[in-house]
Protein backbone atom coordinates (compact mmCIF):
# COMPACT_ATOMS: atom_id res chain seq x y z
CA UNK A 1 0.00 0.00 0.00
CA UNK A 2 3.08 2.38 0.68
CA UNK A 3 4.91 1.09 -2.56
CA UNK A 4 1.70 1.80 -4.03
CA UNK A 5 1.23 5.61 -2.64
CA UNK A 6 4.72 6.52 -3.50
CA UNK A 7 4.49 5.34 -7.02
CA UNK A 8 1.14 7.73 -7.37
CA UNK A 9 3.53 10.44 -5.70
CA UNK A 10 6.59 10.03 -8.61
CA UNK A 11 3.53 9.75 -11.28
CA UNK A 12 2.26 13.08 -10.62
CA UNK A 13 6.12 14.13 -10.43
CA UNK A 14 6.85 13.12 -13.70
CA UNK A 15 3.57 14.66 -14.99
CA UNK A 16 5.04 17.02 -17.01
CA UNK A 17 8.13 15.08 -18.57
CA UNK A 18 6.04 12.59 -19.40
CA UNK A 19 3.08 15.36 -21.17
CA UNK A 20 6.60 16.81 -22.92
CA UNK A 21 7.44 13.27 -24.47
CA UNK A 22 3.83 13.00 -25.55
CA UNK A 23 3.59 16.03 -27.63
CA UNK A 24 7.00 15.10 -29.21
CA UNK A 25 5.81 11.51 -30.15
CA UNK A 26 2.52 13.18 -31.70
CA UNK A 27 5.63 15.76 -33.70
CA UNK A 28 4.58 18.79 -32.25
CA UNK A 29 8.42 19.51 -30.41
CA UNK A 30 11.13 18.52 -32.09
CA UNK A 31 13.18 16.92 -29.05
CA UNK A 32 16.53 15.26 -29.57
CA UNK A 33 17.17 13.70 -26.11
CA UNK A 34 15.76 12.62 -23.08
CA UNK A 35 18.17 15.55 -21.56
CA UNK A 36 16.20 17.85 -23.69
CA UNK A 37 12.85 16.72 -22.00
CA UNK A 38 14.54 17.12 -18.37
CA UNK A 39 15.90 20.52 -19.29
CA UNK A 40 13.08 21.58 -20.87
CA UNK A 41 10.52 20.94 -17.85
CA UNK A 42 13.16 22.81 -15.35
CA UNK A 43 12.68 26.01 -18.01
CA UNK A 44 9.32 25.32 -17.72
CA UNK A 45 8.70 24.78 -13.88
CA UNK A 46 11.23 27.90 -14.20
CA UNK A 47 9.30 30.51 -16.10
CA UNK A 48 5.50 29.03 -14.64
CA UNK A 49 6.85 30.02 -11.44
CA UNK A 50 8.44 33.34 -11.89
CA UNK A 51 7.42 34.86 -15.91
CA UNK A 52 3.66 33.19 -15.92
CA UNK A 53 1.91 35.49 -13.62
CA UNK A 54 3.23 38.73 -15.12
CA UNK A 55 1.90 37.20 -18.98
CA UNK A 56 -1.24 36.25 -17.47
CA UNK A 57 -1.82 40.00 -15.50
CA UNK A 58 -0.41 41.61 -18.80
CA UNK A 59 -2.91 39.32 -20.77
CA UNK A 60 -5.81 39.72 -18.86
CA UNK A 61 -5.67 43.62 -18.54
CA UNK A 62 -4.61 44.10 -22.14
CA UNK A 63 -8.22 41.78 -23.18
CA UNK A 64 -10.38 43.32 -20.71
CA UNK A 65 -11.36 46.39 -22.79
CA UNK A 66 -12.32 44.21 -25.77
CA UNK A 67 -14.59 41.83 -23.54
CA UNK A 68 -15.74 44.60 -21.57
CA UNK A 69 -16.75 46.52 -25.12
CA UNK A 70 -18.38 43.11 -26.38
CA UNK A 71 -20.70 43.20 -23.68
CA UNK A 72 -20.23 39.46 -22.52
CA UNK A 73 -21.92 37.75 -19.61
CA UNK A 74 -20.17 36.98 -16.68
CA UNK A 75 -20.22 33.25 -17.74
CA UNK A 76 -17.84 33.89 -21.08
CA UNK A 77 -15.89 36.59 -19.28
CA UNK A 78 -14.82 34.13 -16.56
CA UNK A 79 -14.11 31.40 -19.27
CA UNK A 80 -12.15 33.39 -21.62
CA UNK A 81 -10.70 35.08 -18.19
CA UNK A 82 -9.38 31.77 -16.85
CA UNK A 83 -8.92 29.64 -19.64
CA UNK A 84 -8.48 31.43 -22.87
CA UNK A 85 -5.67 33.68 -20.69
CA UNK A 86 -4.48 30.65 -19.09
CA UNK A 87 -4.13 29.13 -22.56
CA UNK A 88 -1.82 31.95 -23.96
CA UNK A 89 0.24 32.40 -20.90
CA UNK A 90 1.09 28.42 -21.28
CA UNK A 91 2.07 29.30 -24.81
CA UNK A 92 4.35 32.19 -24.22
CA UNK A 93 5.91 30.35 -21.48
CA UNK A 94 6.34 27.30 -23.92
CA UNK A 95 7.50 29.14 -26.58
CA UNK A 96 10.34 31.12 -24.09
CA UNK A 97 11.00 27.86 -23.30
CA UNK A 98 11.80 26.12 -26.20
CA UNK A 99 13.65 29.42 -27.36
CA UNK A 100 16.14 29.20 -24.55
CA UNK A 101 17.08 25.81 -25.31
CA UNK A 102 17.10 25.82 -28.85
CA UNK A 103 14.14 23.23 -29.63
CA UNK A 104 12.19 23.24 -32.34
CA UNK A 105 8.30 24.07 -31.75
CA UNK A 106 6.86 22.95 -34.28
CA UNK A 107 2.88 23.21 -33.56
CA UNK A 108 2.56 25.75 -30.57
CA UNK A 109 -1.42 25.55 -29.92
CA UNK A 110 -1.56 21.79 -30.33
CA UNK A 111 1.85 21.30 -28.32
CA UNK A 112 0.46 23.73 -25.63
CA UNK A 113 -2.79 22.00 -25.53
CA UNK A 114 -1.23 18.63 -25.48
CA UNK A 115 1.46 19.50 -22.43
CA UNK A 116 -1.25 20.82 -20.73
CA UNK A 117 -3.97 18.35 -20.56
CA UNK A 118 -2.19 15.09 -20.68
CA UNK A 119 -0.37 16.78 -17.49
CA UNK A 120 -3.23 17.65 -15.84
CA UNK A 121 -5.07 14.28 -16.13
CA UNK A 122 -2.13 12.33 -15.11
CA UNK A 123 -2.02 14.63 -12.15
CA UNK A 124 -5.57 14.25 -11.53
CA UNK A 125 -5.03 10.49 -11.98
CA UNK A 126 -2.47 10.06 -9.58
CA UNK A 127 -3.82 12.07 -7.08
CA UNK A 128 -7.49 10.46 -7.14
CA UNK A 129 -5.81 6.84 -6.98
CA UNK A 130 -4.08 8.19 -4.39
CA UNK A 131 -7.24 9.33 -2.51
CA UNK A 132 -8.98 6.59 -3.00
CA UNK A 133 -6.48 4.27 -1.34
CA UNK A 134 -6.23 6.27 2.05
CA UNK A 135 -7.08 4.30 4.86
CA UNK A 136 -11.02 4.94 5.24
CA UNK A 137 -11.62 4.72 1.22
CA UNK A 138 -13.23 7.21 -0.87
CA UNK A 139 -16.66 6.04 0.56
CA UNK A 140 -15.92 7.78 4.16
CA UNK A 141 -14.37 11.29 2.97
CA UNK A 142 -17.78 12.76 4.79
CA UNK A 143 -19.47 12.11 8.12
CA UNK A 144 -22.19 12.99 10.11
CA UNK A 145 -21.86 14.56 13.50
CA UNK A 146 -23.97 13.22 16.24
CA UNK A 147 -25.97 17.49 15.51
CA UNK A 148 -26.46 16.56 11.85
CA UNK A 149 -24.28 19.26 10.50
CA UNK A 150 -21.81 18.06 7.84
CA UNK A 151 -18.06 17.84 9.00
CA UNK A 152 -15.20 16.58 6.17
CA UNK A 153 -12.70 14.25 8.04
CA UNK A 154 -9.00 14.77 6.66
Given at each position: ????????????????????????????????????????????????????????????????????????????????ARYVVLFFANSIVLYLSCKVLGITLVNWSLATLTISVSAYLIS???????????????????????????????
Open positions: MILLGCLFAILRLFALPISILIASRLGYIQIASNWDIAYLTFWLGLFNIIIRPLIQVFLLLFSLPFIISLGLSKTVFDLILNASASFVAMGPKGPSNTASKKSDGSDVIDI
